[in-house]
């Protein structure tokens, strides 16, 4: 069969076998959405997602192509007839989704989608046609027009009511293609942004964190600060909006999470050129939520704790303790979102150490002890949390910043990451004692104390205060010593 050419080999061929299994069951198959858009503006995905509609039993057909292709099969919407097959290949991992038509035809469904640039359509079988393909695409939108013009316009005025969850997704299409938003369509979403509130928190997460995947969330995240939108999905920072007069600060506590994300986006890109940094922040904690846009997220929210805190005492403001109540704040945000439970531990200790790079930086010399308590406490987001904190320092302004501290925050940043790397590259530690041997040598029952002892020896090994099992044991004689 003839190709047009314009997907990768291996897409087309997986596109070949849909359609092959389409004709044998006579059944006319529209390929849809993002798949033509995404080709159309040339930028196709590492592992691509491809949206098929069909006037009618699209269940049954994506239950037929995952036997095919032994692929993975879910029901994603029995009541709308939506299902999802998943093919992994040895390079790629392809989401295959398919959808009973939004009315009885086509021409109906592409007039009930969101957005003009997601309303082409191709009958599957003229991409293996003679015709070109431009020739052969269904747009009755006018999509490509708004591609070529870098625009996202709502199909139709009452399509924020169909679906308030467009709204967020009119900014995070704004975002991910580097479009603007159209006049009509921004005001419209403007006017209706309270219906945000009635859309399922698990849908919200998922365009939330679409945005923040985009090189420049830090822009999407100001348009919906600005447009009061951004204070549906979290109303913490309505507080955070307040001014407090605070030397270290000309903006307020969200101007000030803004910026942050702006320098945390420029500090991630430039990282991730190094292959392990880029490895570890592109590591998934679930499927399409990167640890890069967790630690995004908190770029934004790492202050989060600050209005709850703000206290003036002898003239002086102070948000003493913010950290703490933040990591509090962050967790029931991240159960709202429905985030996994890695997500939320992962998103809570960041918040809950963003300070503590900082104050390591003030101390005249870095020492043994605290190093080691820095990455007892951070754990895997150690990297996180550092870079965090180098936006953190970078977006504080004022004149009690001094040059000499930043210049040794900067420095001290880049130490510690590159020893967390190689790290990773060292042999562990094998403890000097366990349980079993304190309470045989020490006379000790089980107890608290025990892991206390442990841990405390844990210490003393790692900064080379003992090194047998013999200056172990001594140590925790001295420990529990009355």
Request: charge should be positive; include cysteine; charged fraction near 30%.
């Given at each position: 069969m003839k190709n047009s050419g314009t997907f990768p080999p291996e897409?087309?061929?997986?596109l070949e076998e849909v359609y092959r299994l389409s004709q044998k069951n006579n059944i006319r198959l529209f390929l849809v959405g993002g798949a033509l858009r995404d080709l159309l503006a040339r930028r196709l995905?590492?592992?691509?997602?491809l949206d098929f509609c069909l006037r009618t039993q699209a269940i049954a057909f994506a239950r037929a192509v995952a036997k095919k292709m032994s692929a993975g099969f879910v029901i994603l919407d029995k009541e709308h007839g939506c299902a999802r097959v998943v093919k992994k290949t040895a390079h790629k991992t392809y989401t295959l989704d398919f959808t009973d038509f939004k009315g009885s035809t086509l021409e109906e469904d592409l007039r009930n989608r969101d957005f003009t640039i997601n309303s082409i359509a191709l009958e599957l079988k003229e991409l293996f046609g003679k015709k070109p393909f431009s020739a052969s695409l269904i747009d009755p939108h006018a999509g490509k027009k708004d591609l070529a013009q870098r625009l996202i316009r709502m199909i139709t005025?009452?399509?924020?009511?169909?679906?308030?969850?467009?709204?967020?997704?009119?900014?995070?299409?704004?975002?991910?293609?580097?479009?603007?938003?159209?006049?009509?369509t921004l005001a419209a979403a403007v006017r209706r942004k309270r219906r945000l509130g009635s859309v399922a928190k698990e849908r919200i997460r998922d365009e939330l964190f679409r945005a923040l995947s985009a090189q420049k969330s830090f822009e999407c995240m100001q348009q919906l600060a600005r447009h009061g939108i951004l204070e549906i999905v979290f109303p913490e920072i309505k507080?955070?909006?307040?001014?407090f007069k605070r030397p270290f600060h000309r903006l307020d506590v969200f101007g000030h999470s803004l910026l942050t994300l702006k320098y945390l986006e420029a500090i991630i890109a430039h990282s991730a050129r190094n292959e392990e940094a880029g490895k570890y922040l592109q590591e998934e904690f679930s499927a399409g939520r990167p640890r890069a846009s967790l630690v995004k997220l908190i770029g934004l929210l790492h202050d989060i704790?600050?209005?709850?805190?703000?206290?003036?005492?002898?003239?002086k403001v102070s948000f003493h303790g913010h950290e703490r109540v933040g990591a509090a704040m962050i967790e029931e945000i991240g159960s709202?979102?429905?985030?996994?439970?890695?997500?939320?531990?992962?998103?809570?200790?960041?918040?809950?150490?963003?300070?503590?790079p900082g104050y390591l930086a003030t101390n005249?010399?870095?020492t043994k002890r605290a190093k080691f308590r820095f990455f007892r406490d951070a754990g895997n987001e150690a990297v996180s949390i550092l870079l965090i904190s180098l936006a953190d320092q970078r977006a504080t302004h004022g004149y009690r910043t001094v040059e000499v501290t930043r210049a040794r925050h900067e420095r001290l940043i880049r130490r510690l990451v590159?020893?967390?790397f190689a790290s990773l590259h060292q042999k562990k530690q094998l403890p000097l004692v366990n349980g079993n041997i304190l309470m045989k040598r020490l006379g000790l029952t089980p107890s608290p104390l025990i892991g206390t002892l442990l841990a405390q020896l844990r210490e003393l090994q790692a900064i080379g205060k003992i090194k047998t099992t013999q200056d172990a044991l001594k140590a925790a004689a001295k420990i529990i010593a009355p």
């Amino acid at each position: 069969m003839k190709n047009s050419g314009t997907f990768p080999p291996e897409t087309l061929s997986l596109l070949e076998e849909v359609y092959r299994l389409s004709q044998k069951n006579n059944i006319r198959l529209f390929l849809v959405g993002g798949a033509l858009r995404d080709l159309l503006a040339r930028r196709l995905k590492d592992n691509p997602d491809l949206d098929f509609c069909l006037r009618t039993q699209a269940i049954a057909f994506a239950r037929a192509v995952a036997k095919k292709m032994s692929a993975g099969f879910v029901i994603l919407d029995k009541e709308h007839g939506c299902a999802r097959v998943v093919k992994k290949t040895a390079h790629k991992t392809y989401t295959l989704d398919f959808t009973d038509f939004k009315g009885s035809t086509l021409e109906e469904d592409l007039r009930n989608r969101d957005f003009t640039i997601n309303s082409i359509a191709l009958e599957l079988k003229e991409l293996f046609g003679k015709k070109p393909f431009s020739a052969s695409l269904i747009d009755p939108h006018a999509g490509k027009k708004d591609l070529a013009q870098r625009l996202i316009r709502m199909i139709t005025p009452v399509g924020f009511d169909d679906d308030p969850l467009r709204i967020l997704r009119a900014f995070s299409f704004a975002s991910l293609f580097d479009f603007a938003i159209e006049k009509k369509t921004l005001a419209a979403a403007v006017r209706r942004k309270r219906r945000l509130g009635s859309v399922a928190k698990e849908r919200i997460r998922d365009e939330l964190f679409r945005a923040l995947s985009a090189q420049k969330s830090f822009e999407c995240m100001q348009q919906l600060a600005r447009h009061g939108i951004l204070e549906i999905v979290f109303p913490e920072i309505k507080a955070m909006q307040r001014p407090f007069k605070r030397p270290f600060h000309r903006l307020d506590v969200f101007g000030h999470s803004l910026l942050t994300l702006k320098y945390l986006e420029a500090i991630i890109a430039h990282s991730a050129r190094n292959e392990e940094a880029g490895k570890y922040l592109q590591e998934e904690f679930s499927a399409g939520r990167p640890r890069a846009s967790l630690v995004k997220l908190i770029g934004l929210l790492h202050d989060i704790g600050k209005p709850r805190t703000f206290r003036v005492e002898k003239g002086k403001v102070s948000f003493h303790g913010h950290e703490r109540v933040g990591a509090a704040m962050i967790e029931e945000i991240g159960s709202r979102l429905k985030l996994s439970n890695a997500e939320v531990r992962a998103i809570k200790q960041m918040t809950f150490c963003h300070l503590r790079p900082g104050y390591l930086a003030t101390n005249p010399v870095l020492t043994k002890r605290a190093k080691f308590r820095f990455f007892r406490d951070a754990g895997n987001e150690a990297v996180s949390i550092l870079l965090i904190s180098l936006a953190d320092q970078r977006a504080t302004h004022g004149y009690r910043t001094v040059e000499v501290t930043r210049a040794r925050h900067e420095r001290l940043i880049r130490r510690l990451v590159a020893e967390y790397f190689a790290s990773l590259h060292q042999k562990k530690q094998l403890p000097l004692v366990n349980g079993n041997i304190l309470m045989k040598r020490l006379g000790l029952t089980p107890s608290p104390l025990i892991g206390t002892l442990l841990a405390q020896l844990r210490e003393l090994q790692a900064i080379g205060k003992i090194k047998t099992t013999q200056d172990a044991l001594k140590a925790a004689a001295k420990i529990i010593a009355p």
